[in-house]
């Protein structure tokens, strides 16, 4: 059902952009299809999306990211839509699985550090986007066989082996799913990156993943 954004601000503090017909329980849904369960129609390809500035504690973007024609324009409007510290989460196939490719929609191909620009430790690509995210935590899932084997413990152990596991054995220890949680970080009166309640120790920093 489209709706109209100013109306519904108040409703809740969590966004679930491009929520399809499985939108997240208590959030403002958006997609651009009209037979979605979206409370408002607007298309992600043209941002900024009509929601005010730091309207959103969270925002979930669940098979989303790969689809978008800019990946750097939307994290941007996502950040703009976040409050300082707000959380962002982001799930997407892993490059080395089926469905990355198998979906003729899908325009990126993403692993585990491709999000790294809008972080401290970009790689000296910073410059892609003045937005700032400080990563909570990467996590990897593996198709079933090597998940049984553990071998999805190892990945998500730690940020090296992970980058250990992409650099050399991906194609063959197949990913499946990466979820990234990340936090908004605005820049304050003093012209510093901030957050509510932490310090910007930049995307790519080790983080322990959930269990």
């Known amino acids: ?25 208590g959030a403002i ?24 500035d730091g309207s959103f504690t969270e925002i979930r973007a669940t098979h989303v990211i790969e689809h978008v024609s800019s990946v750097m324009q939307t994290m941007e409007d996502f950040h703009r839509m976040l409050v300082s510290g707000g959380r962002l989460i982001i799930v997407t196939p892993h490059y080395t699985d089926f469905s990355s490719f198998c979906d003729p929609t899908h325009r990126w191909h993403l692993n585990s550090f491709s999000l790294r620009y809008f972080g401290e ?33 190892l990945v998500n152990r730690s940020r090296w082996f992970r ?42 920093s080790s983080a322990k993943a959930a269990s």
Request: net charge neutral; glycine share 12%.
């Open 163 to 204: 980058r250990q596991w992409e650099f050399y054995l991906c194609y063959v220890v197949r990913g499946k799913v990466i979820e990234w949680q990340l936090e908004a970080l605005k820049t304050g009166v003093s012209g510093q990156a901030s957050s509510s309640g932490s310090s910007a120790t930049g995307l790519g």
């Open 121 to 153: 430790e970009h790689g000296g690509f910073g410059y892609y986007s003045d937005c700032r995210f400080r990563e909570i935590s990467t996590r990897v899932r593996l198709l079933a066989l090597w998940r049984y084997l553990g071998f999805e413990f």
């Open 1 to 25: 059902m489209s709706g109209d954004a100013r109306e519904i601000n108040t409703r809740g503090r969590v966004l679930d952009a491009g929520c399809g017909i499985n939108k997240f329980p």
């Open 29 to 52: 849904g958006v997609d651009t299809h009209p037979a979605s369960r979206a409370d408002v129609i607007a298309n992600l390809d043209q941002p900024p999306l009509p929601f005010a």
